[in-house]
């Protein structure tokens, strides 16, 4: 069965600092892996996607992924944040049934 | 991307009602929609599959009779929560996909229910 596992809940750093959020995952198959960000009372916005080719992929908001298949991981990386990226985020993997499963979220403050 | 929406964002009904969540693909046919629930800080947990004119596919341990999914047509999906108590009260997400094999999600806004 497919799974992710996010293993920071909660992460904290500067303003103008580098962030990189982890993810890893369990799917038998090639696994299609997504980052989505979540703001308080509100759904889901895609900030970037892997479905196949280049490993590196650029999202929106400066926000870009790294999908290594020899760690299991697709961690989440921005070189410098800025305080509206302060959100819960979640990495989710898809596969060719249909179906999303969905980390369980790394909350991300950002200090002045 | 694509738009999907969801009516109602807030909703409050009392113990013993039913209430109806729809979600509505905007600009394109979804031929799969998904149902979400969260509970507060913790992440979205699939409730069931949807696709349309078939019946939808539950997850282990969601009541198919309380949380009733009807994906009528390609660009709309009910979720029907019924007889609610109040651990029913939580957020409700809706996802919609297009096309036949993998293909990205997009979300609605969500509806928070309050049962009181």
């Known amino acids: 069965a497919q799974s992710v596992t996010q293993p920071d809940i909660h992460i904290t750093v500067s303003e103008g600092a580098s962030l990189e959020l982890r993810c890893n995952y369990s799917y038998g198959a090639t696994p299609y892996l997504f980052w989505y960000v979540q703001s308080p009372g509100q759904g889901l916005q895609l900030l970037l996607k892997y479905f196949s080719g280049d490993t590196l992929v650029q999202g929106i908001k400066g926000f870009e992924a790294e999908f290594k298949r020899s760690q299991s991981s697709f961690n989440l990386r921005k070189p410098s944040v800025h305080w509206s990226d302060a959100a819960e985020y979640f990495c989710?993997?898809?596969?060719?049934?249909?179906?999303?499963?969905f980390g369980a979220g790394t909350r991300l403050t950002v200090k002045p | 991307g694509a738009v999907v929406s969801q009516h109602p964002s807030r909703v409050i009904c009392k113990s013993g009602t039913s209430v109806k969540i729809e979600c509505r693909s905007l600009d394109f046919q979804a031929t799969t929609m998904f149902w979400y629930r969260q509970f507060p800080k913790q992440s979205l947990m699939l409730m069931a599959t949807s696709n349309e004119g078939s019946k939808a596919t539950y997850e282990q341990g969601v009541e198919k009779d309380k949380f009733l999914i009807n994906h009528a047509s390609l660009t709309l999906s009910t979720l029907t929560v019924t007889s609610a108590h109040p651990e029913d009260s939580s957020f409700y997400i809706c996802?919609?996909?297009?096309?036949?094999?993998?293909?990205?999600?997009?979300f609605g806004q969500g509806t928070r229910l309050t049962v009181v």
């Open positions: 996802s919609a996909r297009g096309g036949r094999g993998l293909t990205e999600a997009f």
């Open positions: 989710a993997v898809g596969g060719n049934n249909n179906d999303m499963r």
